[in-house]
């Protein structure tokens, strides 16, 4: 049976990709959140991950590489009412929108992150991305990687994001539940989801995720700061799942002092204001 947010778009995923576990997990997701379609907008940068969106029958808006989380802010910022979910990979996300992640969880922007975590550049054939494991020799680098994996988790815990999460491709139910959680959370939230890319690398397989892999355990105490840095630092014998980091403070909607109250397409803007401020811009230098 199929999911109401299916769409008729040929898919272009190679068959077996964690990919399509993720993208049942948002359909199921989407079901359980109870908005209309007109509701929700899904945005995504450039790579293999960044093609979900295309698969999900919601407003959709496709950025440049590494501009997703720029774009879903100023969404969110012109209509708060809009649930605003970016989901993209690990590459368009740490590597090229770097900068955009770091300064999103600062502003503490209302949009949920999922970010498509397979270590590799899948769409342009297996370059090593910012999460690759240091030695990792993939089909563009068979010397191996040099470089340290930035640790997104990590980084986001000591930004000051207040839902931090990980889930698994495998796993649908699993990171279904925590993709919910993160679109209810009222701030900046962030799922980064392990996701094996059969073609391109050959480490970071089911059956290494298998071993590696466990949950966090209920009596976790989320709001603890440094037991999550504890947990966001776990990396190849043991690798946590679940709910690390929970904190609440006000968001960037709430902050600022244009946001509140209508939605911009629901304002109304007197000719003579819009006239005024075209004159004031003619008569201005430069």
């Known amino acids: 049976m199929?999911?109401?947010?299916?769409?008729?778009?040929?898919?272009?995923?190679?068959?077996?990709?964690?990919?399509?576990?993720?993208?049942?997990?948002?359909?199921?997701?989407?079901?359980?959140?109870?908005?209309?379609?007109?509701?929700?907008?899904?945005?995504?940068?450039i790579g293999q991950a960044a093609k979900l969106p295309h698969y999900v029958d919601v407003n959709v808006?496709?950025?440049?590489?590494?501009?997703?989380?720029?774009?879903?802010?100023?969404?969110?910022?012109?209509?708060?009412?809009?649930?605003?979910?970016?989901?993209?990979?690990?590459?368009?996300?740490?590597?090229?929108?770097?900068?955009?992640?770091?300064?999103?969880?600062?502003?503490?922007?209302?949009?949920?992150?999922?970010?498509h975590d397979n270590q590799v550049y899948g769409l342009t054939k297996g370059q090593p991305s910012p999460t690759s494991d240091a030695g990792w020799a993939g089909s563009l680098n068979r010397t191996g990687v040099?470089?340290?994996?930035?640790?997104?988790?990590?980084?986001?815990?000591?930004?000051?994001?207040?839902?931090?999460?990980?889930?698994?491709?495998a796993d649908v139910e699993f990171t279904a539940d925590l993709m919910l959680?993160?679109?209810?959370?009222?701030?900046?939230?962030?799922?980064?989801?392990?996701?094996?890319?059969i073609t391109y690398n050959k480490k970071n397989t089911y059956q290494w995720y298998g071993r590696m892999a466990y949950k966090i355990l209920p009596e976790h105490d989320a709001t603890d700061r440094m037991k999550a840095f504890?947990?966001?630092?776990?990396?190849e014998e043991r690798i946590p799942l679940g709910v690390l980091y929970r904190s609440v403070r006000s968001t960037f909607e709430e902050m600022h002092p244009a946001i509140p109250g209508p939605p911009l397409h629901a304002r109304e803007t007197l000719p003579a204001t819009v006239q005024e401020m075209l004159r004031k811009r003619t008569l201005t230098p430069g």
């Not at 299916?6 to 908005?35: H, P, S, Y």
């Not at 504890?230 to 990396?235: C, I, S, Y």
């Open 230 to 235: 504890a947990l966001a630092l776990e990396w």
């Open 61 to 115: 808006f496709d950025g440049l590489h590494g501009r997703a989380l720029p774009a879903a802010a100023a969404i969110k910022m012109s209509n708060p009412a809009m649930t605003v979910v970016v989901t993209s990979g690990d590459g368009d996300i740490y590597g090229e929108g770097g900068n955009h992640f770091l300064h999103n969880i600062r502003r503490n922007v209302d949009i949920a992150l999922f970010v």
């Open 146 to 169: 040099i470089s340290g994996p930035f640790p997104p988790l990590a980084v986001a815990i000591a930004l000051g994001c207040g839902f931090v999460a990980r889930g698994y491709a």
């Open 181 to 197: 959680q993160a679109i209810r959370f009222k701030g900046f939230a962030l799922v980064d989801i392990l996701q094996p890319c």
């Open 2 to 45: 199929g999911s109401p947010f299916d769409t008729d778009v040929e898919n272009a995923w190679c068959q077996g990709c964690g990919n399509f576990g993720i993208l049942n997990a948002v359909k199921k997701a989407m079901e359980k959140l109870g908005r209309e379609k007109h509701e929700i907008v899904l945005v995504s940068g």
